[in-house]
Nanobody
């Protein structure tokens, strides 16, 4: 499985941005998909995940109520819609695939990773 994240860019605080993650491979629809981010000088952290059907999502407290993850299995794509962006949301955002039947916020659970897309939020 190959993952390609896109949609990053520069946005003002309070603005919105939608990231996309396109996946290759016919088994995409069976995977839990996660989003992670890594801010400059910090460790990578969990943002949220969505289960295979889209019926279950889970978010880090720092983004809950502002970010929404969705997926379109017909297009092999998962999305991260971000609203009310803050300067502290500035980071490289990564999508990742968890091939196990478990749901996890731990990056070690995720097997496939995209290359990351940079989001910069100016104050």
């Amino acid at each position: 499985v190959q993952l390609q994240a896109s949609g990053g860019g520069l946005v003002q605080a309070g603005g919105s941005l939608r990231l996309s993650c396109a996946a290759s491979g016919r088994t995409f629809s069976s995977y839990t998909m996660g989003w992670f981010r890594q801010a400059p000088g910090k460790e990578r952290e969990f943002v949220g995940y969505i289960n295979w059907s889209g019926g279950r999502t889970y978010y880090a407290d720092s983004v809950k109520g502002r970010f929404t993850i969705s997926r379109d299995n017909a297009k092999n794509t998962v999305y991260l819609q971000m609203h009310s962006l803050k300067p502290e949301d500035t980071a490289v955002y990564y999508c990742a695939a968890d091939t196990s039947p478990l749901y996890s916020a731990h990056e070690g659970q995720y097997v496939y990773w995209g290359q990351g897309t940079l989001v910069t939020v100016s104050s």
